[in-house]
């Protein structure tokens, strides 16, 4: 809006004052007149927000915003801002919001609306029916506080007049983010419906994906031109990979992509190598279904005509209900602990999490604990600063400002009118979801996402933020150890590698109620078959201990390269805890995908116990009588057009029966002749179990081609030397994530340039090819700038402290709390919905002896606490006796 000159007769010795006061005003900003400016494009105006707390213009004090970084502060905090930066010229924002009575103290339908700031939408879940607000704006002067009400166009000069027409007028800082976000950002692309797709045979199954170059298997994308898979780049927050999806386009020209393991029925992410840039493909479901992929069907199975499937909709109406204690009078609870997170539109996957990891000691020490020293060294820009978001989020959570009760008369008065209509006001965490989604096309979208992944990611930041500081997600670390063994040799190698959750498998064929489950499969096609209603669901019920022996069963070891045979092989892996972290996160692997690229979540329920203890699952190591497979690294794999003598061509050893046997039982003769020659010709047995493990990757059925390969030979790390690709540089990036971890930084670059850059690989390298002595006292000034002095971690060996290094970790390794591996649950996070990407999410956190239901911005005492259909489950170990 524009601040217009209000119209009324001036007299003339008003007019002489007005003239006198002007000069006054104008006198008084002269000094501070270069200091103000006018918002320009670009600029975000934060003027429902303080930067360090949740104080909005409804608050009492009202919300300050600088004149010149057009930054929001709270009264506690404006003092701040001015002392660390000289700026003093403050526009004070207050909002009175009233409730609107008839004469009868019902509400009213018609109302007065008073706003005069734009854009500035209420902080209350309100019905705005029944109440109105009035606004009021001020200039303020620091520091002696002189207030200049606005609008004062007569008296003000014409620079500060436009700069506060234009503030109060601007959009709101997050309303101008969410249109430059990447769902309103994207344009559709000018490829979009000239694309000419390739019919070269190309199907993609709904799992078993790898790059065709380097074999990774995340962040992949499927060239919608002619089906290739490959790897995207390197992501900020960790993720991605080596960028041979862009080089497929440079040696190519086909320009569009879609991300593999982000199509659902809504839609898809679409990246326009050409454009550089995401787009959008109006023919999507078409070139998808080209390759197999078929989104109507994803559609369908979730909608019928547009109603919603009955047998797909049941038995989740009645897991929202259990999980969110539907039908229960629950007592709502305040106070400190007590604050809800509202819920910003597909955002409780954030809500959950953060509730979830501020109930843990070690975060609450972290950031509110150092909250003072946090915000008095913050940067001039708070709002993008990781440590200052998070102990504002963490103190507006766990301060009990922004949970307060009803006022005893409220109540009374509500009572009386029979409307008991009060609300928890909770925190809106706009800016926090801005800071930590910056960057990142998924979280930064306004759709659900899976809050399994955003824990993850969440870890990493504080990884990455914790340089030189307390790192709080030191409780979710531990290791583990891997054995690995030849089938054909049975050798073995162990190694250790990094990492934060435990994902636990879900075996539906071990249900406790598995006639029941077949029964009602039965019936459910014979219904389908005669067109009748089907019958009422049935859950899966799985035992505990069920999932546990599944974690703990061998699994095959895709493309196992034997150093024994050097040569592929079959091979398989087991996994166990090198050391038990003091914060257990257990994921209950619940997300699959069907043949048809359906996403399926499997509905089920398992007695997850409230003590556990996984003492029995710590790894031993290389046990007397197993022989450690050879140190040797596989074969460098050259690019195509490498020339030279040092570089030969394999010949396959194929033994043509074997193959020919297996192929006459139904299974592609190229496939079959890749089995018996990865499982170095041991018979139609052994390449029958390769068979299997491999029926779902992409080139299952290509024919067997063997690159030029370097003359095997001693691994290049025994030589002390790294296999090191010319203009290798490591990202630095990669180099903070891994440094974070505490390992040197000599060591991590080394890491990373021997596995090309790829960290879950560079973490692997970095536990089997211990630095050698030297280089660690060389990096030992290094380690102690990156490790944090008063860690317990490294406290004395002679302690009673249980949560130590382990007894064989060398410095140079990451920061592990081991101890015990006996915990109590704490928390857990449940699901409702079809898939991660939909629905909703709700935690129940164990306080003071009582479970709480934090449900958004609701936050009551849990009667019956859904224990066995979690999806997330936080376990805390228990201390000795």
Request: a negative charge.
């Amino acid at each position: 809006m524009v601040l217009r000159k209000p119209v009324r007769g001036v007299h003339c010795g008003a007019r002489s004052r007005n003239a006198k006061m002007a000069a006054d005003l104008g006198e008084l900003l002269v000094p501070y007149m270069p200091t103000i400016r006018v918002p320009r494009a670009g600029d975000r105006v934060f003027k429902s927000e303080c930067a360090f707390s949740y104080d909005s213009p409804e608050s009492e004090g009202g919300l300050y915003v600088c004149m010149n970084t057009f930054l929001g502060f709270g009264r506690e905090h404006v003092e701040r801002h001015y002392r660390k930066t000289g700026q003093s010229v403050y526009m004070l924002l207050k909002r009175h919001v009233k409730e609107v009575r008839g004469a009868a103290g019902g509400a009213i339908s018609r109302r007065r609306n008073g706003r005069v700031f734009l854009d500035l939408e209420l902080n209350r879940d309100f019905n705005g029916d029944e109440y109105e607000c009035e606004d009021e704006a001020k200039l303020v002067i620091f520091p002696d506080h002189f207030e200049i009400p606005l609008p004062n166009i007569e008296e003000l000069p014409a620079l500060v007049t436009i700069a506060c027409d234009a503030a109060l007028n601007a959009a709101s800082a997050y309303k101008k983010q969410e249109s430059d976000s990447w769902d309103e950002e994207i344009q559709v692309s000018k490829h979009a419906r000239s694309l000419r797709q390739q019919d070269n045979g190309v199907r993609i199954p709904p799992s078993g994906w790898k790059c065709q170059k380097c074999e990774m298997r995340e962040n992949l994308w499927l060239n919608l031109t002619d089906g290739a898979v490959l790897c995207g780049k390197w992501f900020f927050d960790g993720a991605g990979g080596n960028g041979h999806a862009l080089d497929h386009y440079k040696d190519t020209n086909f320009p569009l992509a879609v991300k593999l393991d982000n199509i659902t029925a809504d839609g898809a992410d679409i990246y326009s190598f050409d454009e550089e840039e995401a787009v959008l493909d109006p023919h999507i479901s078409e070139h998808l279904q080209h390759f197999g992929i078929d989104m109507l069907q994803m559609q369908q199975n979730g909608t019928e005509n547009g109603h919603l499937n009955t047998e797909s909709v049941r038995p989740r109406v009645s897991e929202w209900e259990v999980i969110q204690e539907s039908g229960m009078k629950l007592k709502e609870v305040y106070g400190s602990g007590f604050t809800g997170i509202k819920n910003l539109g597909n955002s409780c996957y954030l809500g959950t999490t953060m509730q979830v990891l501020f109930s843990i000691p070690e975060f609450q020490r972290a950031y509110v604990g150092n909250l003072q020293r946090i915000y008095d060294y913050s940067p001039l820009d708070p709002t993008t600063d990781f440590s200052t978001q998070m102990a504002k989020l963490g103190h507006g959570l766990l301060s009990g400002l922004y949970s307060k009760p009803p006022m005893k008369s409220e109540l009374i008065e509500q009572v009386m009118r029979e409307e008991y209509k009060h609300q928890s006001k909770g925190i809106s965490p706009k800016m926090f979801k801005a800071m930590v989604s910056k960057g990142h096309p998924e979280f930064s979208s306004n759709r659900q996402q899976d809050a399994h992944e955003f824990f993850l990611h969440l870890i990493n930041l504080v990884e990455r933020n914790s340089a030189g500081s307390e790192n709080p997600s030191d409780v979710f670390r531990y290791l583990v150890e891997e054995r690995v063994q030849c089938c054909q040799t049975q050798k073995v190698c162990y190694n250790q590698k990094v990492d934060y959750l435990m994902q636990l498998p879900a075996p539906m064929e071990a249900a406790s109620n598995r006639e029941e489950l077949i029964a009602y499969e039965a019936k459910r096609r014979e219904a389908e078959e005669n067109m009748r209603a089907p019958p009422e669901p049935v859950r899966a019920r799985i035992p505990f201990t069920a999932c546990l022996q599944a974690f703990t069963e061998p699994e095959n070891v895709p493309d196992f390269w034997s150093s024994a045979l050097q040569a592929k092989s079959a091979g398989v892996k087991t996994s166990r805890f090198a050391s038990f972290p003091e914060y257990l996160v257990v994921q209950i692997k619940k997300f699959t995908f069907g043949v048809d690229w359906v996403p399926k979540k499997l509905d089920l329920s398992i007695d997850v116990p409230d003590f556990l203890d996984l003492s029995r699952l710590r790894g031993t190591g290389l046990q007397a009588g197993e022989e450690e497979l050879p140190d040797l690294t596989p074969p460098i794999v050259l690019p195509e057009d490498t020339r030279g003598k040092d570089h030969f061509q394999v010949s396959p050893d194929i033994d043509e029966s074997a193959a020919m046997q297996l192929a006459e039982m139904g299974f592609p003769l190229e496939a079959c002749r890749k089995a018996v020659y990865y499982t170095g010709n041991m018979g139609p047995e052994m390449a029958f179990n390769w068979i299997i493990a491999h029926m779902e990757e992409p080139d299952f059925a290509e024919p067997l081609a063997l690159p030029s390969f370097m003359e095997p030979g001693p691994s290049m790390a025994s030589l002390g030397l790294a296999a090191t690709p010319l203009d290798n540089q490591p990202p630095e990036e990669s180099i903070a994530i891994l440094t974070s971890m505490g390992f040197p930084r000599r060591h991590t670059v080394q890491a990373l340039k021997a596995t090309n850059n790829n960290l879950e690989r560079a973490l692997d390298w970095i536990f089997t090819h211990p630095e050698r002595e030297e280089e660690a006292s060389d990096d030992l000034l290094d380690m102690s700038d990156i490790m944090e002095p008063n860690d317990n971690t490294f406290s004395n060996a002679n302690t009673n402290s249980h949560s130590t290094l382990s007894p064989d970790q060398d410095a140079s390794g990451p920061r592990i709390k081991d101890g015990p591996g006996r915990y109590e649950l704490f928390a857990f996070i449940s699901h409702m919905g079809a898939s991660t990407m939909s629905g909703r999410y709700v935690c129940h956190i164990k306080k003071e002896g009582r479970w709480v239901i934090f449900n958004d911005h609701k936050v009551c005492l849990s009667e019956r606490p859904p224990k066995d259909l979690g999806y997330i489950y936080f376990y805390r170990r228990l201390s000795s006796c």
